[in-house]
C-alpha cells in the first residue's frame, strides 16, 4: 500500500488475494468519504425545508397515533404496557430505523449506479451510508420520546444502559441484511416488491405493536419458542427496557445477539460473493 | 526501475451473453459455478503486464474486444474471474464522467461534493476550488443547479474535477471526444502537461493521431487476448495489417476528428 501525491493512502488489489480484513481496512480508509456522504444525506434531509426534522418523526408518530387510537379508543388494548402511546413510540422509532434501512438497502448500489460504476470507493460504504443516515435520524428522533416520557412523568429505568447495546446489535443485523438485499437488488431487478411485502410481515410478527410478554403470556410453547428466535424481537426487547424494565426477557436477547452475529457473517459472505456480478449488471 | 505502478496477472473477465436472470438467481443460493454456461463470453483472458511510473499506455482494439472492460479493471470499479489487478497509487478515473454529480446540487456544492468522493480533503478542495471552476469555465452558472447545465458543460465540468485531483494514474476512456473543439484543445494540452510532470496515463481510443501524440507504449487487444505489447507504433500497425487498414493517404487530423464522431457509441456513459 502506497500513498497517493495528496498523502491520501490509495492502491488495491482486486482478485484472487483479496481478504475479508483487506476489505474492512479499505473501508476503514474510506470513513472519510463516508462522513461525507451521511453529512449530505442529514443536509437534505434537516435542512431541505424548515419542516425537515418534523417529516423524518411524522411517519412513526402518526402511525404511533393510529395504533394507539385503534387499540385504546376502539378496541380494549391488551396488549404492551401503559403509557402505551410511549410504548408504541419506543418501538416504532427503531423499527423505521430498521425498515428504511433495508428498503433504503435496496437501492443503495442501484440508486448510485454512475459512482459505483467511477470510483474505486468500496462498494460497502454505499450501504453503510444508508444504515448510518437511518441510524442518524434515529438517535435524532430520541428527543421526541423523552418528551412523550416526560409528559407522562415517566422517568427512564437503569435499563437505558441497554440502548447502545441495542443499537449495536440492530447495526449488526442491519449491515448483515443490507450486504445481502443490495448486491442482490442490483441482479434481481423485483427484489424490491419482495422485500416490501417481507418487511411488513415481519412488522406484524415483530414484538412491536405488542410486547414479548403478550407472546410468552398469550400464546407461549411453540410460537413463544419460535418468536423468540426473531432477532428484532430481542432487540425490541433491548431499546424497551428503558421505560419499561418488565419487558425484558433474557432468552430473546440471547437468540438475537447470536443471529445477529451470524447474519452479519452471512451478509458479509454474500456481499464478496455477488460483488463481481453486481458490478457487471449495474 | 522501482516497482511497477500496475500490475497485471493473467487476467480475465467473463460476461453473460443473454440475460442474465435465472443465473443470478441460482447464483444467491449456490455457488454459482456449476460448469461453463454456452452463453459466456470472456473478452479476454491470461492477460499480463507491468506499468511502471510516468508511462503513458495506449489501449487499441475493436469494439467489444475489452478497451473500457480493462480500464474499468483497473479503475477498481469491475472485478476480475481469473488472476489479479494490483494498482500502487491513486487512480483519477475520467470513466463515466458525471458520477456523483447531484441533479438538484448547484455547481458550486457539486465541486466540493464530488471531489470529497473522489478522496480530496476539504483544504485541497478550497485550493482548487477556483482551478476547477477556471477550467471548466463554467464562473457564470456556478449557483446554477447540475441538471440546469448542457451535456457539454457537465462534462467539461466533470473533466475539471477529476483531472485535478492529482493522482499518479490517469484513466482516460474516450472523453476526449466529448465537448467542443476548443474545450477539447484544452484538456489535450492539460494531458499534455500532467505527462510532462510525470503523470501514467492509460489511454483508450480510436484515434490514431491521439495515440500517437500522447502515447509511448502500446495494448492491442484481440481475439480475447492481449495480442500485442509494444511500442505504440508497433500497435498501430499490426492493428492496420489485422484489419486491413491502410494509412498511407489522407490527414491524420481529419482521420482523428472523423473517429471521434463516428466512436461517440463506444465512448462510455457520459
Not at chain 1, 27 to 37: A, K, M, P, Q
Not at chain 1, 181 to 203: F, G, H, T
Request: aromatic content about 10%; glycine content about 8%; proline content about 4%.
Amino acid at each position: 500500500m502506497t500513498t497517493s501525491i495528496m498523502g491520501r493512502s490509495a492502491g488495491f488489489t482486486t482478485g484472487d488475494t483479496q481478504t475479508t480484513a483487506d476489505r474492512a481496512r479499505r473501508v476503514w480508509e474510506y470513513r472519510r468519504i463516508l462522513r461525507l456522504i451521511v453529512g449530505r444525506d442529514l443536509k437534505v434531509r434537516y435542512a431541505g425545508s424548515a419542516l425537515g426534522y418534523l417529516w423524518t418523526v411524522l411517519e412513526p408518530l402518526a402511525m404511533s397515533a393510529v395504533y394507539w387510537f385503534v387499540f385504546t379508543q376502539i378496541l380494549h388494548r391488551q396488549i404492551g404496557f401503559p403509557p402505551f402511546i410511549l410504548f408504541l413510540v419506543s418501538g416504532q422509532l427503531p423499527w423505521f430505523w430498521m425498515s428504511g434501512s433495508i428498503t433504503g438497502a435496496l437501492n443503495a448500489l442501484r440508486g448510485e449506479s454512475q459512482m459505483v460504476r467511477s470510483t474505486s470507493v468500496p462498494r460497502e460504504i454505499w450501504v453503510l451510508r444508508v444504515i448510518m443516515s437511518r441510524g442518524m435520524e434515529y438517535i435524532f428522533s430520541l428527543p421526541v420520546l423523552a418528551l412523550i416520557a416526560l409528559y407522562y412523568l415517566k422517568p427512564p429505568t437503569i435499563g437505558i444502559l441497554y440502548t447502545p447495546v441495542a443499537i449495536a446489535m440492530s447495526f449488526l443485523l442491519l449491515m448483515g441484511m443490507g450486504m445481502i438485499v443490495a448486491p442482490a437488488a442490483v441482479l434481481l431487478p423485483d427484489l424490491r416488491s419482495i422485500v416490501k411485502v417481507a418487511m411488513r410481515v415481519l412488522y406484524f410478527l415483530s414484538p412491536i405493536l405488542y410486547s414479548v410478554t403478550d407472546v410468552v403470556q398469550k400464546r407461549g410453547g411453540m410460537v413463544a419458542s419460535i418468536s423468540s428466535w426473531n432477532p428484532i424481537a430481542g432487540i425490541m426487547v433491548l431499546f424497551r427496557v428503558t421505560f419499561f424494565p418488565q419487558e425484558m426477557a433474557w432468552t430473546y436477547v440471547w437468540h438475537a445477539a447470536i443471529e445477529v452475529v451470524i447474519i452479519f457473517f452471512i451478509g458479509l459472505f454474500t456481499f464478496k460473493r455477488l460483488e463481481a456480478s453486481m458490478l457487471k449488471e449495474i | 526501475m522501482s516497482e511497477p505502478i500496475i500490475s497485471v496477472r493473467d487476467l480475465g473477465i467473463r460476461f453473460n451473453r443473454g440475460r442474465k436472470r435465472k443465473r443470478s438467481a441460482r447464483e444467491l443460493i449456490t455457488k454459482g459455478r456449476t460448469g461453463t454456461p454456452v452463453d459466456q463470453f470472456w473478452p479476454f483472458r491470461h492477460v499480463n503486464f507491468d506499468i511502471h511510473r510516468g508511462e503513458s499506455i495506449g489501449v487499441m482494439g475493436r469494439n467489444g474486444a475489452g478497451k473500457s472492460t480493462l480500464l474499468s479493471l483497473l479503475a477498481g470499479t469491475l472485478i476480475p474471474d481469473e488472476g489479479s489487478v494490483t494498482v500502487r497509487a491513486g487512480v483519477a478515473p475520467l470513466i463515466a464522467l458525471t458520477g456523483g454529480f447531484e441533479g438538484q446540487l448547484t455547481a458550486r456544492d457539486n465541486i466540493r461534493l464530488v471531489a470529497g468522493l473522489h478522496g480530496m480533503t476539504k483544504d485541497e478542495i478550497d485550493d482548487a476550488f477556483e482551478e476547477i471552476v477556471d477550467f471548466a469555465e463554467i464562473r457564470p452558472f456556478l449557483d446554477t443547479p447540475f441538471k440546469h447545465f448542457s451535456s457539454g458543460m457537465r462534462v467539461r465540468l466533470a473533466f475539471s474535477v477529476v483531472v485535478r485531483l492529482r493522482e499518479p494514474i490517469l484513466l482516460v476512456d474516450e472523453v476526449l471526444a466529448v465537448g467542443d473543439r476548443r474545450f477539447r484543445r484544452k484538456c489535450f494540452q492539460r494531458i499534455e502537461t500532467l505527462l510532462g510532470d510525470g503523470q501514467t496515463l492509460f489511454l483508450v481510443s480510436h484515434s490514431e493521431a491521439n495515440l500517437r501524440r500522447f502515447c509511448e507504449r502500446g495494448l492491442y487487444l484481440a481475439g480475447g487476448e492481449l495480442r500485442l505489447d509494444a511500442s505504440i507504433e508497433d500497435v498501430i500497425k499490426q492493428y492496420e495489417v489485422d484489419n486491413g487498414l491502410d494509412n498511407t493517404s489522407g490527414d491524420d487530423d481529419v482521420e482523428a476528428a472523423h473517429d471521434d464522431l463516428g466512436d461517440a457509441d463506444d465512448s462510455g456513459d457520459f
